[in-house]
């Protein structure tokens, strides 16, 4: 699986993303059972706060398939989609 991640917005405005292949990572199952239940997830309105972030992600079974994406504002992250986000950002 192929999950891509741009975070935007926060105090500065700044923009940051990540891109992670699961099949090497040794967390790789949590990290697909958190994306595939992203599929049927309330993630809230979306919608922008003053100074807080904005989450777009990218979620592909495969390099060249058709990806699945969701938007998610920083105040609607559940602990899991919020580890998910920053694990892709992080790698």
Known sequence: MILRVERSGGFAGLVAGGELDTSAEPDRERLEKVARGLAGARLGSGRPQP?????????????DSEPSEFTVAEQDLDEDTAWLLDRVLQS
């Open 51 to 63: 100074d807080r972030y904005v989450y777009r992600l990218q979620v592909s079974d495969t390099a």
